[in-house]
């Protein structure tokens, strides 16, 4: 009995050996080190897939909010178009006049401005230029909104007109800034408008069925309000707008 209990103190006393002591507390800071690593693990995981979890929920109301506005761009048709940027779209058409060699202003028509490659142009029906032989001169022009004349130059012109291929581009820099866009190669090209000047009585806006005679040279616009046409006859008959755009790229302006 006397034995055990010695070798009991004896290893009590052991243990309290200094590196026993030093390796308990090596280890005591070690396992409180793992616990503290492991509970901020543990927290930085849960605030990660709260994070995620947020971002995913932003994304989806960023996704449910974008097809919200294309749903309702696409809803927005010509009219409300027209209806928004009507005082621009109205001073962007002309009324124009030539003279021949017998009398002024003989002849009267509408054009139109066009932007196309950062250079602004003004466009019209290439029989107001020459028609069955007569060929005008001395052109004028002013915008809808304008008491101004301008002079511009003619640049070309197609008077092909039982082919539709019958246009007229004049330049003139520096005094034209506003004009309308011409319709992409792979935009629809369904007729919408026609757009009038208000020196012949002409409505400003009007469908495109119901374009009448005496509109020769006005745009013709889709439901983008983009340019996809020239109108050159009563039954509606249209110069495409990729006629003009392909001469304008064969031609060189300074």
């Known amino acids: ?24 507390a090596i280890f005591t800071v070690i396992l409180v080190l793992f616990l503290t690593l492991f509970f901020e693990i543990r927290n930085i995981s849960i605030q990660f897939s709260k994070y995620n979890s947020n971002i995913s929920n932003l994304a989806n109301k960023v996704s449910v909010l974008d097809k919200d506005f294309n749903e309702r761009m696409a809803k927005l048709n010509g009219s409300e178009l027209l209806l928004s940027n009507m005082n621009r779209i109205i001073s962007t058409v002309y009324y124009g006049t030539a003279d021949n060699d017998v009398r002024e202003d003989v002849k009267d028509f509408t054009a139109f401005a066009m932007m196309y490659k950062e250079k602004y142009y003004l466009i019209t029906a290439g029989h107001c230029i020459e028609f069955e032989g007569e060929h005008y001169k001395n052109f004028k022009f002013k915008a809808n909104d304008a008491t101004d004349w301008i002079n511009p130059d003619l640049v070309d012109y197609k008077s092909d007109y039982e082919n539709n291929i019958d246009y007229a581009i004049f330049y003139f820099p520096n005094r034209i800034s506003m004009g309308l866009i011409p319709a992409a190669p792979e935009e629809e090209i369904t007729p919408q408008y026609v757009l009038g000047n208000t020196e012949r009585g002409l409505n400003l806006v009007k469908r495109y069925k119901d374009a009448k005679e005496g509109e020769s040279g006005s745009p013709v616009l889709n439901s983008k309000c983009h340019v996809i046409g020239i109108m050159i006859k009563k039954n509606g008959a249209f110069t495409p707008i990729q006629v003009v755009l392909k001469a304008l790229d064969t031609i060189k302006i300074e």
């Open 1 to 24: 009995m006397q034995e055990n209990k010695k070798i009991k103190n004896f290893s009590f006393k052991a243990f309290l050996k200094p590196y026993y002591i030093l390796i308990f």
